[in-house]
């Protein structure tokens, strides 16, 4: 059933505009907009699901949170900052006083440490992250971890088929397990090369060329 115009009452006009004016003020603004930022905490515990680059006891947290903060953009924003440039060194930086107990507070959280981008001289041994899950109340650290995690990183050093030129497709090692034989330098990681591997799902080698004209592509597209 239609309804004349005429028919509408003020109150629903004015309420019709009002909506109209919001739908065009929503299509012109296309930025996204953060009100403020929620930090949750989590018990940490043990993870078994990633590979630490040696040993086990690898860090975790559990599946729920336990505690909640609200902070604003920036007091979030000042955090962050402070994190970066502790990172870096930058004495000035960590020598900085927040205006907020809140803030103090969420620097203290584990989380913080964290956001710091380790170098390769910094990484955790398997007896600091042991230390940091018994100080989680962890008591007892499961090192049948340690164990899984060498047999994964073994796996990873081995890729690749070992044909010498031609692949037998009864005998190559990717053929077998259904996969393309791969080249990224010289011989590394199969020892084929394309003009005569059999391998009958394909061979593919890395080409860096292609690979920097689609970053171009892709950067052009995300600037446009």
């Known amino acids: ?5 005429y028919l509408l009452s003020s109150n629903l006009l004015l309420n019709l505009n009002s909506y109209l004016d919001d739908l065009k003020i929503s299509k012109d ?3 996204v907009r953060f009100k403020d930022v929620t930090v949750y905490y989590f018990p940490r515990e043990q993870g078994f699901t990633s590979v630490p680059h040696e040993g086990g006891s690898t860090l975790g947290m559990s599946y729920g949170h336990t505690d909640s903060d609200t902070y604003s953009l920036a007091d979030h ?4 900052k402070r994190s970066y440039h502790a990172a870096l060194g930058d004495s000035a930086m960590e020598d900085e006083q927040f205006e907020t107990d809140e803030i103090n507070k969420l620097e203290d959280e584990d989380w913080y440490y964290s956001t710091k981008r380790l170098k390769s001289e910094h990484r955790l041994t398997p ?22 995690c060498k ?19 009864n005998t190559c090692a990717c053929s077998l397990a259904g996969i393309e034989c ?10 084929c090369s394309k003009p005569i591997c059999k391998n009958p799902h394909g061979h593919y080698e890395y080409n860096p060329d292609k690979v920097q004209e689609h970053f171009t592509r892709t950067m052009e597209k995300l600037k446009n």
């Open 29 to 31: 603004e296309k930025n």
């Open 151 to 169: 047999d994964i990183r073994d796996s990873r050093r081995k890729s690749g088929c070992n044909c010498k030129h031609m692949c037998d497709p």
């Open 127 to 148: 007896a600091q992250r042991r230390l940091l899950l018994r100080q989680s109340s962890l008591v007892n650290v499961d090192r049948s971890e340690a164990d899984d």
């Open 77 to 80: 924003a000042k955090i962050r």
């Open 182 to 191: 791969f080249v990224e330098d010289d011989s590394f990681p199969c020892r």
């Open 1 to 5: 059933m239609y309804f004349p115009l």
